[in-house]
């Protein structure tokens, strides 16, 4: 049987008592109907996962009693950070889940040219927090007891910048390019861009390349940009992680 798995964002230990409120806890008690004495798995995010249970019920807490740490790491070989484009809507939070779900390490939200989406402080802090609890739960899902790092909505040029001094193999998702993923010999960590909507404009496209980043392409269809994403990702998780 599979048991229910929750992140907690303090540390855990053995033996302490940890209290759910919120969201969570209506989780727990109102869609899944969890009980005194159901068995949950809870992760921190520093590694490994605690068995627990669930001690007391109230109207709006759940009092949870921490078991023992397993050191269980289901993490990829493969370090991967993802350079995604902000998209609309759903469409970027797919890939945020989907991203977490085949084991990226990092992701970087990108503000290019022909993003639809335009953020100020607010609205991105926002969409951080957001995109957040999107990784939690795929985590939850998943099994990774790690959350991916995610980055703050960043302009495409200062993104470029901040990858100069990289050894990392980077990337460009193009139509345009003429290596496909399966050609690549080997590799370290890779940064993997892929533009929104639309792609990138052919200017930014150039800057890309300027600083290092190798064209490739999934094949000779168009992919919008959240199938793009998930397939690129497969790719490489199934040719050089462990897919």
């Not at 992140?7 to 899944?32: D, T």
């Amino acid at each position: 049987m599979r048991l229910t798995r929750v992140y907690i964002e303090e540390p855990l230990a053995s033996g302490k008592r940890c209290q759910l409120s919120g969201s969570a806890a209506n989780h727990l008690v109102r869609v899944l109907r969890l009980g005194i004495g159901a068995a949950v798995t809870l992760f921190d995010g520093a590694g490994g996962e605690y068995a627990a249970r669930i001690e007391s019920l109230r109207k709006d807490a759940v009092l949870i009693e921490v078991g023992a740490h397993a050191a269980v790491e289901r993490e990829s070989p493969l370090a991967v950070t993802l350079a995604q484009g902000v998209s609309r809507g759903e469409r970027m939070d797919w890939v945020i889940q989907k991203a977490t779900e085949l084991g990226v390490r990092r992701i970087v939200p990108l503000i290019t040219q022909r993003s639809v989406v335009r953020l100020d402080a607010r609205q991105a802090q926002k969409k951080s927090q957001h995109w957040r609890g999107i990784t939690i739960a795929a985590c939850e899902q998943c099994g990774r007891n790690r959350l991916p790092e995610l980055a703050a909505p960043v302009d495409l040029p200062d993104f470029l910048d901040s990858t100069a001094a990289g050894d990392d193999l980077r990337l460009l998702l193009s139509p345009l390019g003429s290596l496909r993923i399966g050609a690549i010999k080997s590799v370290g960590n890779i940064t993997l861009l892929i533009g929104p909507e639309g792609g990138l404009a052919p200017e930014e496209g150039a800057a890309a390349i300027a600083q290092g980043f190798v064209p490739v392409q999934l094949g000779p269809r168009i992919l919008r940009t959240e199938t793009a994403a998930i397939a690129a990702l497969a790719a490489l998780q199934q040719t050089f992680g462990d897919l």
